[in-house]
């Protein structure tokens, strides 16, 4: 066998919670396989790297990662690099998700390149240190903004390109055709190389014109669609059908993801039901986005006040894919935030009633290899061989820790290469 660039021994696979070793070579893992000694590691084990009676293989570097968990690198899949951070400008709370987008918007004029980028490294350097090392973005392209912000994030995917694999949606925050101008711009971002089209239909004057032009246009490039779908508590907003027929209509089956879909958390069982066969019948991936969620919805009621989430269980045992987000950090929309995927696995958690072990194991699959999946990249089949050798080592007993304690210690690889720790 040829030496590896890395041999990582004696570190708990947060799928099994076997003791494992994992080798990595020229980007890729070569094998995750269990460690009979854990612990072995440093000269020692490079001394006895030759032998051939169940030794370690020889390796360039050995990293003794007993009593760390070793999970596929995170995955953010629905952030607001450009909104983040603009707590301190706001004039006040947002009341409802309507004015947090009024209030969002009127804070555009005052938007530069600089700051734009300023506030997009200060997130993205959190992400990478927690161990994110995929993200994508939403992008937001307005006549206010014309390209400014996606000019900004191209730049942001090539510098960061070592540490964070970025993807950018071309997203119409204020609507396409309540904004003109803005279909030829995101044209524009679309011919510039975005990584998938995104919509926002219910704030926009059509919303079935909106999501048509959308998957149009998503057709036109062969890009994937990434829509912000059915926020709100009324059980009667349900895009979401127009979404599953859509998706079939262009054969996009498996390309399309839905974030927030909290009205369908209002509705009927049987209705509830019925839209999640479809999105599971149609590929449709969910998203949801509990800091955001929770905290805009469910302002209208009095009493029994709703969670404001989709129904994520209920549409899991569906067979939907479904992983979470954490969409905006301290602005408007969300006035808190760290960009740790695993804050918001716990706010899940909590949230959706997941607190067996069986699921904390699942809300990590949710922020790594069901994420991948999500976002069509690579990485799907978590920490096995042939995958790319993303991942982080997390300093913990196990997956439970790794959920409900976020321990801030941990190491980072990206691409084969350690880039934090």
Request: with cysteine; net charge negative.
């Amino acid at each position: 066998m040829n030496e590896l660039d890395w041999l990582l021994r004696g570190c708990r696979s947060a799928a099994t919670g076997e003791i494992v070793q994992i080798g990595i070579r020229e980007g890729r893992i070569e094998f995750v396989r269990p460690d009979a000694r854990p612990g072995v590691a440093g000269p020692a084990a490079l001394a006895d790297s030759a032998d051939t009676s169940g030794g370690p293989p020889k390796a360039k570097r050995v990293f003794d990662a007993s009593g760390y968990v070793a999970l596929p690198g995170l995955v953010e899949t629905h952030i607001h690099l450009d909104k983040a951070f603009l707590t301190e400008r706001m004039p006040g709370e947002a009341a409802d998700l309507k004015e947090a987008i009024a209030m969002t918007a009127a804070l555009k004029g005052g938007y530069s390149p600089e700051d734009i980028g300023a506030r997009s490294r200060r997130l993205l350097d959190r992400a990478s240190r927690f161990g994110v090392t995929r993200m994508r973005t939403q992008v937001e392209i307005d006549p206010i903004l014309r390209l400014m912000s996606w000019e900004s994030a191209a730049g942001l995917k090539k510098e960061y390109a070592g540490r964070i694999e970025l993807q950018l949606v071309a997203f119409p925050q204020e609507g396409i055709f309540w904004q003109p101008g803005t279909a030829e711009l995101l044209e524009e971002a679309a011919r510039a190389g975005a990584d998938a089209i995104g919509g926002v239909p219910y704030n926009d004057r059509d919303s079935l014109e909106h999501l048509d032009y959308v998957f149009r246009l998503a057709e036109s490039f062969g890009l994937p669609v990434d829509l912000h779908l059915d926020f709100s508590d009324d059980p009667e907003q349900l895009a979401i059908a127009d979404v599953i027929e859509l998706t079939k209509k262009f054969g996009l089956q498996g390309k399309v993801a839905v974030g927030h879909l909290t009205s369908l958390g209002s509705a009927e069982p049987d209705t509830a039901r019925r839209i999640a066969a479809g999105m599971a019948e149609a590929g449709i991936h969910a998203m949801t986005l509990p800091a955001t969620d929770l905290y805009l919805n469910g302002r209208q009621d009095a009493y029994r006040v709703r969670r404001g989430l989709t129904p994520v269980k209920l549409l899991l045992d569906a067979g939907v894919n479904v992983v979470f987000g954490s969409n905006n950090v301290r602005n408007a929309f969300t006035p808190f935030g760290t960009g740790d995927p695993l804050d918001i696995a716990l706010l899940l958690g909590q949230t959706a009633h997941m607190g067996s072990a069986r699921e904390a194991r699942l809300l990590a699959e949710m922020c790594t290899s069901r994420a991948a999946e999500a976002l069509g990249s690579r990485g799907t089949k978590g920490l096995e061989e042939g995958e790319p050798a993303d991942l982080v080592l997390v300093k913990a007993d196990g997956i439970l820790d790794v959920v409900y304690d976020r321990p801030r210690e941990r190491i980072v690889w990206k691409g084969g290469r350690r880039i934090q720790g």
